[in-house]
């Protein structure tokens, strides 16, 4: 019969045993969700917007899913592959997944990167079918990385920043930090002054929607610019960026969208539980802004969103109809035949408005515009590469200066 020493030592046992299971059970999905190789590929996914869940991955097909982490369904995902042994291997994605009807795969096919990220291109639809793809390894320990969308993360901001270092318009500072403690920034382009009216532009309040990041980054690069339209618009404005609300979920590479219990774009509500979403607001009452556009991508292949569109509310400011019309009207006359089609102008005023960004500065009494413009990920025959997405920012700011803004009976 045991003594008492050794029935408490095997419950320690059992305790220690106990909390091992608990660890396992609750790291274990992750973990070959980051490092899955028990194929023809090495499946990995820790670095700076990576994401993928592993359900399977033998022989030469690999089973990958986005990886929710507890949040709704959506469509993000963005792993590294690498080579075992030279040849194909087949990517699939579920083919139903509950909740989930937006997708796996764009109109363009992933996006792909041969140098870990330095450059991406859309691979197309040809080795595309249905939910899955596949990609021919050439070399043992060959690496690739494929993605959902061409990424847009933080080593991409600071190359775009120091691009800018020298260019006495911009100002750098922080404006907040996230919950997980990075640094967020705020970018200031030209100086406040009389008749200096701020503008304020936001990104990311998804975190998943990045083709919406270069078309912001072309939009700064040309206000801070030297060319006529720059000059004229830092006459009369003074911009405030935001590129990443969001910034813990670009980093992580979370799905943003639909974030429980609700995500930064349904945070201007009274009680703001991010601290991106409260500093925007104190900035607001430091700057008092009149204008403000946010940058957003819509759902990946739902066909009425492979266009280029404006949403918001259609009579809160005043003339915003007005306004976003003609704004998007030279746009249109800018925009090259390439671009997605748009911007479509479906402002609509709703009942019970949703706390997002463009209802909370669109309903101050003194705002001028505020609206959503929507930016999509990858339409059919149409160039949304990075190059092709900055100019499309460069021909907004040029349709800003452009545009006849409406204030009450006063055109700007």
Same mark, same amino acid.
């Given at each position: 019969?045991?003594?008492?020493?050794?029935?408490?030592?095997?419950?320690?046992?059992?305790?220690?045993?106990?909390?091992?299971?608990?660890?396992?059970?609750?790291y274990?999905?992750?973990?070959?969700?980051?490092?899955?190789?028990?194929?023809?590929?090495?499946?990995?996914?820790e670095?700076?917007?990576?994401?993928?869940?592993?359900?399977?991955?033998?022989?030469?097909?690999?089973?990958?899913?986005?990886?929710?982490?507890?949040?709704?369904?959506?469509?993000?995902?963005?792993?590294?592959?690498?080579?075992?042994?030279?040849?194909?291997?087949?990517?699939?994605?579920?083919?139903?997944?509950?909740?989930?009807?937006?997708?796996?795969?764009?109109?363009?096919?992933?996006?792909?990167?041969?140098?870990l990220?330095?450059?991406?291109?859309w691979?197309?639809?040809?080795?595309?079918?249905?939910?899955?793809?596949?990609?021919?390894?050439?070399?043992?320990?060959?690496?690739?990385?494929?993605?959902?969308?061409?990424?847009?993360?933080?080593?991409?901001?600071?190359?775009?920043?120091?691009?800018?270092?020298?260019?006495?318009?911009?100002?750098?500072?922080?404006?907040?930090k996230?919950?997980?403690?990075?640094?967020?920034?705020?970018?200031?382009?030209?100086?406040?002054?009389?008749?200096?009216?701020?503008?304020?532009?936001?990104?990311?309040?998804?975190?998943?929607?990045?083709?919406?990041?270069?078309?912001?980054?072309?939009?700064?690069?040309?206000a801070?610019?030297?060319?006529?339209?720059?000059?004229?618009?830092?006459?009369?404005?003074?911009?405030?960026?935001?590129?990443?609300?969001?910034?813990?979920?670009v980093?992580?590479?979370?799905? $943003?969208?639909?974030?429980?219990?609700? %995500?930064?774009?349904?945070?201007?509500?009274?009680? !703001?539980? *991010?601290?991106?979403? =409260? +500093?925007?607001?104190?900035?607001?009452?430091?700057?008092?802004?009149q204008?403000?556009?946010?940058?957003?991508?819509?759902?990946?292949?739902?066909?009425d969103?492979?266009?280029?569109?404006?949403?918001?509310?259609k009579?809160?400011?005043?003339?915003?109809?007005?306004?976003?019309?003609?704004?998007?009207?030279?746009?249109?006359?800018?925009?090259?035949?390439?671009?997605?089609? $748009?911007?479509?102008v479906?402002?609509? %005023?709703?009942?019970?408005?949703?706390?997002?960004? !463009?209802? *909370?500065?669109?309903? =101050? +009494?003194?705002?001028?515009?505020?609206a959503?413009?929507?930016?999509?990920?990858?339409?059919?025959?149409?160039?949304?590469?990075?190059?092709?997405?900055?100019?499309?920012?460069?021909?907004?700011?040029?349709?800003?200066?452009?545009?006849?803004?409406?204030?009450?009976?006063?055109?700007?």
């Amino acid at each position: 019969m045991p003594n008492a020493n050794s029935t408490r030592c095997s419950r320690c046992v059992l305790r220690v045993a106990a909390v091992v299971l608990v660890i396992f059970g609750i790291y274990a999905e992750p973990l070959l969700a980051k490092a899955a190789g028990n194929g023809a590929v090495v499946i990995n996914s820790e670095f700076p917007g990576g994401n993928v869940a592993v359900t399977k991955n033998e022989g030469g097909t690999v089973h990958v899913a986005p990886d929710l982490r507890g949040d709704n369904p959506w469509f993000y995902w963005y792993f590294e592959a690498k080579a075992s042994t030279p040849g194909r291997v087949d990517f699939a994605f579920p083919e139903k997944v509950v909740g989930f009807k937006n997708g796996a795969i764009g109109n363009q096919g992933p996006a792909i990167s041969t140098d870990l990220g330095e450059t991406w291109r859309w691979m197309g639809t040809e080795q595309v079918d249905g939910s899955s793809f596949f990609y021919e390894f050439k070399a043992e320990n060959e690496r690739v990385r494929f993605a959902v969308t061409i990424p847009y993360v933080q080593k991409d901001l600071d190359r775009f920043l120091k691009r800018n270092d020298g260019n006495a318009h911009l100002k750098k500072s922080v404006l907040a930090k996230s919950l997980k403690g990075r640094e967020v920034e705020l970018l200031q382009i030209g100086n406040p002054g009389p008749n200096i009216n701020p503008v304020l532009v936001t990104g990311r309040h998804h975190a998943t929607e990045t083709i919406a990041s270069y078309v912001l980054e072309g939009f700064m690069q040309e206000a801070m610019s030297a060319s006529p339209s720059g000059q004229e618009f830092r006459s009369r404005y003074v911009l405030f960026a935001v590129p990443f609300v969001d910034k813990d979920g670009v980093e992580q590479g979370d799905q $943003g969208k639909n974030r429980k219990p609700h %995500d930064h774009n349904r945070d201007y509500g009274e009680d !703001s539980i *991010y601290p991106e979403v =409260k +500093a925007i607001k104190q900035l607001d009452q430091l700057h008092d802004f009149q204008f403000a556009l946010d940058f957003h991508c819509p759902t990946l292949v739902m066909p009425d969103h492979q266009v280029m569109y404006f949403v918001g509310g259609k009579t809160q400011p005043k003339y915003n109809f007005d306004n976003v019309s003609e704004f998007a009207g030279w746009m249109k006359k800018g925009l090259p035949k390439s671009a997605p089609y $748009g911007p479509l102008v479906w402002l609509r %005023d709703k009942a019970a408005p949703a706390p997002m960004n !463009s209802t *909370y500065f669109g309903s =101050k +009494a003194n705002s001028i515009m505020a609206a959503t413009i929507e930016i999509p990920f990858a339409p059919a025959n149409k160039a949304t590469d990075p190059q092709s997405c900055r100019g499309y920012g460069k021909i907004m700011l040029e349709a800003w200066v452009n545009t006849h803004f409406l204030s009450g009976d006063v055109a700007r």
